[in-house]
Structure formats: C-alpha cells, structure tokens
C-alpha cells in the first residue's frame, strides 16, 4: 500500500504529519498535540559519523535542536519517503549549514543511486552513522529497507573476518551472560561488552550500539534471550547493514521472546537453542540457520576438586512456580477466570504427554469444552499457551516434591511460593545467589532431585550439568537429551514417576560408594563434554 501524505495543525499551533493508506487506515508521523516533543527523546544524540545518514526525517523536529552540532567536514544523505518532506528538510532544516547533503525519496532514488555509492567508492574507511526517525519507519518499512540496501550495501571496514576474535554480548544481569564472556576468554574470543542495563531505549541505544560496531567492528553479536534488544529492531537492522552476524541463544521458550518481533528477523541472524523441538519454528521465524546447543556447566563457578560429607539427605534448589511468584503471567495478557478450566485440561494434556503441542489444540479443547476465548490475536494466544505451560509445570512439582515430604525433603528458595503449593507447613529456606552460594548448596545435600520444566519436551536443565560439576548427586527425570548426553545408569539417575523416585532415592541414600562412583563419572564426562567453554565452539562452528 503506498502512502498520501497529510499536513495538517496540530492543537499547539505547530505543523504536524500523518500518512494515510488505500485500506482507509492512517499512522502519525508525528504527534497531534506537541510535534516537537519527540525532540526529548533524542537529546542525548551525538554526531560523531564521517558521512551521516538520516533514514526518514518526517518534519525534522528532532533535528532541528542538534544542528548546529554536525561536523563540518560531515557528508549527510536524507531517506525520506515523501517529497513534500524533503522539500520542507531542504528548505527549513538543513539550509542553515554548508555540508554536502544528498536528499532521496521514492521518486529519486533510482536516480542518485549511482551518485551515493560514489560517495562510498571514493571515501575508503568512511564511518557511516544512521539516525533513524522510527515513526517515519513505520509508515514504509519497505522503501527504507530497500533505500538502506540498495544506496549502502555494505559499509566499508565491517564486514568480518573468517576466524572470529571477538564478539559483543549483550551484557546485564540475565542468566548466562557472564559464564558466555567466561567462555569466549578461554577460546580466545575478546568480548566486548554491551551493557544495556545502562541505556535507555530509543536513540540513546542505537547511538551506543552503532559506535561500538564501526569503532570495534566485532565479528559477531551474541544475545541470550534477545536480552538487550531494543523494541524498533535497530539491533537488527544496524547489524545487517554492517554485514555482522546475530547469534541468539535461546534457553526458554522462543514464541513468546519472538512474537513482537518477527518483523525484525534478518538474513544475518542464526538461532541456538537448548530445546530442539522449536528448531523449525526458528528455521521458520527467518534466522539463515537453528541449531541444537544444550546447557552446561561454569567449571569456575562449580567446580571443586575434592568431596565432603553432605549434612542434607534429600534437597531441591528451585522455586514453587506459583505464577504469583513467577512474573504473574495473566498480567501479560486479557486474562479472564473463565479460562482456568480450559488450562487446567490443557495443562493436564501436556503433563500426560510433554510433546504435546498447546498453542495447536487450545482452540478445538475450547470448542470441545466451551469454553469462549475472548481473542485470537497472536499475542494473547502465545501468552495463554504460556500460563498453560507453566501451570503444568508448577503442577509437574507439586506432584513431585508433594511425594517426598514426609522423607524430609528440604527445599532452597521462594519459601512463600511452597507454602502456597504445598501449605503452611512446608520448610522451604530462604532464595540462594546463584553465583556465589548454589555450589555449595548443592555440595551440602546427598541427592539433588532434578525437576524440568515443561517448555522442555526433550531438553536437560541446568542441575543436571551443575550438581554433579559441584561434585553432589542429582537425579533427574527421564527427557530424552539426557540419553544423549550421559550413559544413563553409569553416569546418570533418572526417575519415571514420584514412585521410582521415592524408590531411587532410598537406595542411593543407602549406597554411599555406588552414589559417590557415579558422582565422579558424571563429574569427568561434563568436564570433558559439556562446559560452556565447549558450548561456545559449537556456536562459532554456526559462523562457517
């Protein structure tokens, strides 16, 4: 759909934008009440690029303030899609300085095509910087996308080398982030840290982010989670316009991690997973590749050479998964309680069989049961498949943990949690550090019993990799990767059932050498086989 342009007053007097689409709907390119107000949101931008390049400019508002800023010496090419606008930048905006400017529309852009590639092939190691007016974006992605790739192919200098030496990690506070960095400093990969925690979003990251990949031109991106990302796929589209390749590793369950941003998806991008069975979702979602990359373990944060006398019998180190507990998941949707009873069967259709796929069958379940769902947009189908999924697995360790009770199962975190699963009378201890305390936590507890999650069909958890590197038991229950990474009964425990378990644990309890034997078995198989050291060549080997 092309679209009209529309200028119209806004309610404080000053001019404002909005583009108007042949199905009769219409976006704003700027605000209806205070055009320039969008100029906040880029105050902390710096020109620091050689050839500067405004992708849609709309009325210029967030420019204006900043002009008198750009370097001298600085090349500028604007993309804007309309030529009423260009017009308006030409003469109201940009009229005031004496840079080279390049102005391109719809109209133009076959004709100075050749002219801005020239600017390219006769300014070799030119630092190109984008400033992108997201609200002009969205109005037509298409012509930006196709201006930006045909008029800068690639910036010269960033394309990557064949052997990579170093690698950005988005970098805060999440899981993995910091056993990743580990990692990649002992296979000789210099990370570069991007510490989003710190930025804002908006045009404060993309500045951030586009300095740090034309001034240290990493070989790759690496992201856990996508954490990190920024919600208008700048990540996404800086990257593919340097020519670097975006790694995510995926250690839950992607539909909900991609669903606002399957747009964004790039040739450039390569998807890891922990979970194989979402391998063609991925393969689907548009990465160029999804490959199989289970957990591990952090020797350094988990290993100890030698064994001590466990004062705990039986333990598990997790939370209860009560939602309330857990991110209250029906916040993140239009939740209503005439629901539970339809994820209630849905929860209890997948505790029966783990590959059973929810998003596929909660709407014949609720034909069948009718029960009315209130929406059928993307966004509230993935979040209900995902309460049903995490209902069923805080079902998963009720069922479980509720058996050993009366063994004197002592359990480590979210104390207020159990007590709402299991009542008041449960012993729960307080929430450990991960980094600091879980090693010698599960140092302290004969066996470690293992519960996986039920985003998990087939894949292993963590505890299997970690307890037995802290040189403690685990027994875990029976997925089907745990056959692929262990010699189950000589190196590995599994349980089918709270009943085998019970069974399994009163042996091994009474069996110190045989526990102690497969202990150190599983300790050398992961050492040698399954660290993050190892992991992370399994994801540089997705590069070639």
Known sequence: MQPTLQLFTAQNGMLSAKAFFSDGTSRHIHSLVDPAVESVFYENLNF?????????????????????????????????????????????????????????????????????????????????????????IFVCRQFYETAINELIPKIPGTVPDKSPVRALIFYGNFFLEEEIRN?????????????????KKGIAFEDKLQQILV????????????????????????????????????????????????????????????????????????????????????????????????????GFVGTSMVDSRAGNIKEKFLWSDNLMPLVERMSDMLLDDPYFVVEKNIAVYAEKMSVKIPFSDLKNITWLSSYCIHTASMKKRKKIIGSLVYDGIVLFGDPEGWKILLGEKISARPNIDYRHDLRDIYRDIKINVNITSCQMPAAVNQRVFD???????????????????????????????????????????????????????????ILNEHTYTIRIRSILQMLK
């Open 48 to 136: 620091w690029g050689d050839l500067i390049i405004f992708e849609g400019i709309g009325l210029g508002y967030h420019v204006v303030p900043k002009i008198s800023t750009i370097p001298k010496q600085a090349k500028i090419i604007v993309i804007e899609y309309f030529d009423e606008l260009i017009e308006n930048c030409r003469t109201k905006i940009f009229d005031k300085i004496d840079n080279e400017i390049v102005y391109v529309s719809a109209s133009t852009l076959p004709e100075v095509k050749s002219f801005v590639l020239s600017i390219f092939r006769n300014n070799s190691g030119l630092k190109a910087q984008i400033v992108r007016h997201v609200a002009s």
């Open 183 to 199: 990692a990649l400093i002992a296979n000789d990969v210099e990370p570069v840290l991007f510490r989003y925690n710190e930025l």
């Open 215 to 314: 001034g240290q031109r990493p070989n790759f991106i690496l992201s856990i989670n996508m954490k990190g990302f920024d919600g208008n796929g700048a990540l996404e589209d800086i990257s593919f316009r340097l020519c670097i390749p975006v790694i995510v590793w995926f250690v839950d369950d992607p539909r909900p991690i991609l669903m606002h941003r399957l747009n964004f998806v790039k040739g450039n991008m390569f998807a890891a997973c922990w979970e194989k069975t979402y391998l063609p979702y991925l393969e689907k979602s548009g990465f160029c590749k999804a490959q199989h990359v289970p957990l591990a373990t952090d020797e350094k944060l988990f290993y100890r050479p030698d064994f001590s006398l466990p004062q705990i019998d039986t």
């Open 467 to 525: 307890v037995p590197c802290s040189g403690s038991f685990v027994i875990s229950d029976d997925q089907k990767d745990m056959h692929e990474l262990f010699d189950v009964g000589n190196d590995a425990i599994v349980y089918e059932s709270p009943e085998d378990l019970r069974e399994k644990t009163k042996f091994y309890l009474s069996h110190d050498y045989l526990r102690l034997s497969i202990v150190s078995k599983a300790r050398n198989r």
